[in-house]
């Protein structure tokens, strides 16, 4: 059983929805992080949490929001979405006590967009 | 900007035999740690091997060995007597720490999908 899970793994949703990724994660990690990972590209990362407080945002539109409630769960909320954002977003999660501490990764929720 | 560079989008290799991946990276920090994960077909990303850049041994796990060569700021991963369960996407990443704090994120490459075959 993963230690990071994400709920849905797949979602189908038009250019004028509103939808949202959910992270959860059972590790007692503090630091939690988003990726969006693309075909034939690097994972690039989007957002970093500590102790529920955006230490990083990597220039993402305004269009995903994300939300970090307690240090166990994150969410990404959608909104006005285009095609290219289809994508598959990871959440990950670390100790966040010092530097080289491993990021454990959930299975990832699989976005596209009409 | 940290950057971290795979030049071979796919691998091949026999079972039981021994293959190398290759990876280089760019950076001016003097502390950093360098890693390997391997993403298998059902996507979760798994660690592993991990390096410490102030550290000259290269790390080892089981089959799994690492060439950290700092000068030439490369870090390649050698996997010895393939096992059908080694193929997967593997990326080579760079942890520096987030603006500010004292904990890491990962930069990573774009990926070499490694087949084991038969």
């Known amino acids: 059983e993963t230690g990071v899970t994400q709920t849905p793994r797949h979602l189908v949703m038009g250019m004028t929805n509103k939808k949202s990724l959910k992270c959860e994660q059972h590790?007692?990690?503090?630091?939690m992080y988003w990726y969006k990972q693309s075909a034939k590209k690097p994972l690039e990362l989007m957002f970093v949490y500590n102790f529920k407080e955006q230490t990083e945002n990597n220039s993402v539109p305004s269009r995903f929001s994300p939300e970090c409630p307690n240090s166990s769960h994150l969410f990404l909320h959608l909104h006005t979405l285009q095609p290219e954002d289809s994508a598959l977003y990871l959440c990950?999660?670390?100790?966040?006590?010092?530097?080289?501490?491993?990021?454990?990764f959930g299975e990832g929720s699989r976005l596209t967009v009409l | 900007a940290q950057t971290v560079t795979q030049s071979q989008p796919e691998m091949s290799v026999q079972e039981a035999e021994t293959v190398t991946l290759s990876c280089t990276y760019d950076t001016s920090e003097s502390n950093y740690y360098l890693f390997w994960y391997k993403q298998p077909p059902s996507r979760q990303m798994i660690l592993v091997i991990r390096?410490?850049?102030?550290?000259?041994q290269n790390a080892t796990e089981n089959r799994f060995s690492v060439n950290f060569q700092k000068a030439a700021k490369s870090f390649s991963l050698k996997i010895s007597d393939s096992q059908l369960g080694d193929t997967a996407m593997y990326f080579c990443a760079f942890m520096t720490a987030v603006g500010g704090t004292s904990y890491g994120k990962l930069t990573f490459g774009q990926g070499t999908i490694l087949t084991v075959h038969p």
């Open positions: 990950a999660s670390s100790q966040a006590r010092g530097l080289g501490g491993e990021l454990f």
């Open positions: 390096q410490e850049a102030y550290k000259q």
């Open positions: 590790l007692g990690h503090n630091a």
